[in-house]
Each structure stands twice: as structure tokens, then as C-alpha cells.
């Protein structure tokens, strides 16, 4: 246990006469802890781009709704009738009339 030890500390499990497969253990370790990391940085791209999204997305809705908000004040009866004063234009104070056309046939 002792030897072992000390043949990590020391190094020599690389450069005896069966290192080569301790090489090829460690090369593989690097290997794997490569695909980790690469692994690790694109989750957190995705999450970034995510992140992004969801706040793209709330701005739009927001700006739709203030939209729609216009729109729905501008649709008003009132607020049509203060733009036509404007304009000189007063609504009507005779009902309309419906007007019957019988065919001829």
C-alpha cells in the first residue's frame, strides 16, 4: 500500500514497463473530463439563450397588450365623438329610419 503510494506521489507508474496502459487510462480520463466540460458549457448557453427568450417573449406581450389598450381606447364611442367635433362633424339626433324595398317580381 505504502509502495503504491508513493509511486503516484513520485511518478514512476508512468515511465515503468507497463505504463502504457496506465497512459491509456489517464488519456481516456482526459478524454471523458473534455466531454464533460464541453457538455457543461453548452447546457449553460442553453439556459442563457433561454433566459433570453423568456424575456423577449415578455416585452412583446407587453408592448401587444399597451397596443391592444390603444386601440380599445381609441375605439371608444366618446372618444370617437371629440375626434369628429374636431372635424365639425356632430353625431345625429334623428334615428335612423329603415327603409323596405319590396321586389317587383
Same mark, same amino acid.
Request: charged share 30%.
Given at each position: ?7 503516484? !506521489?513520485?511518478? /514512476? %507508474?508512468?515511465?515503468? *514497463? *507497463? ?7 489517464? !488519456? %481516456?480520463?482526459?478524454? !471523458? ?10 447546457? *449553460? ?7 433570453? !427568450? @423568456?424575456?423577449?417573449? @415578455?416585452? =412583446?406581450?407587453? /408592448?401587444?397588450? $399597451?397596443?391592444? /389598450? ?10 370617437? =365623438?371629440?375626434?369628429?367635433? $374636431? ?6 339626433? =334623428? ?6 324595398? @319590396?321586389?317587383?317580381?
Amino acid at each position: 500500500m505504502k509502495k503504491n503510494i508513493y509511486s503516484i !506521489l513520485k511518478g /514512476t %507508474f508512468l515511465v515503468s *514497463d *507497463d505504463s502504457f496502459k496506465n497512459w491509456r487510462f489517464i !488519456l %481516456f480520463i482526459s478524454a !471523458l473530463a473534455i466531454v464533460m466540460i464541453a457538455s457543461s458549457h453548452s447546457a *449553460d448557453k442553453k439556459v442563457y439563450e433561454i433566459a433570453r !427568450l @423568456k424575456n423577449e417573449v @415578455k416585452e =412583446i406581450r407587453s /408592448t401587444f397588450l $399597451e397596443g391592444r /389598450t390603444k386601440l380599445m381606447r381609441l375605439k371608444m364611442e366618446s372618444n370617437v =365623438i371629440n375626434v369628429m367635433k $374636431e372635424k365639425g362633424i356632430s353625431p345625429s339626433v =334623428i334615428p335612423p329610419k329603415k327603409i323596405k324595398v @319590396k321586389s317587383q317580381n
